[in-house]
């Protein structure tokens, strides 16, 4: 069945930079569209973009346009969130998930099917 799985969550400094990955299988991100999402504790669960056609195209959430770059590499079928320049607010759950539909991928969480456990990362000031 499919499986998502999320790493590289860590702690860091205000200012900092990790890279999450997302590694996925019974599915290929040559094939399926992908979401990144979060939550903090106490707060609704945010959508931070969305890659597609590929790897080639990619919408980012307002929030984290500049500062969090979306990528995979689909020889490891494996998609990455590059975070920099973080910030307190940023600390969280970080989400991967993978629609049912292949190519329906939105910022809401109702376009996905299949989430990995998610990793926490935890931005000090």
């Known amino acids: 069945q499919v499986h998502l799985v999320e790493s590289g969550g860590g702690s860091v400094e205000a200012g900092g930079s990790l890279r999450l990955s997302c590694t996925a299988a019974?599915?290929?991100?040559?094939?399926?569209?992908m979401g990144w999402f979060r939550q903090a504790p106490g707060k609704e669960r945010e959508g931070l973009g969305f890659?597609?056609?590929?790897?080639?195209?990619?919408k980012y959430a307002a929030s984290v346009r500049g500062r969090f770059t979306f990528s995979q590499d689909n020889a490891k079928n494996t998609a990455y969130l590059q975070m920099s320049s973080l910030k307190p607010e940023d600390s969280g759950i970080y989400y991967c998930?993978?629609?049912?539909?292949?190519?329906?991928?939105?910022?809401?969480?109702?376009?996905?099917?299949?989430w990995g456990k998610g990793t926490q990362v935890t931005v000090s000031s």
């Open positions: 019974g599915i290929s991100f040559m094939d399926y569209c």
């Open positions: 890659v597609f056609n590929g790897g080639a195209g990619t």
């Open positions: 998930a993978a629609p049912i539909d292949r190519a329906l991928c939105g910022m809401a969480s109702r376009f996905y099917h299949y």
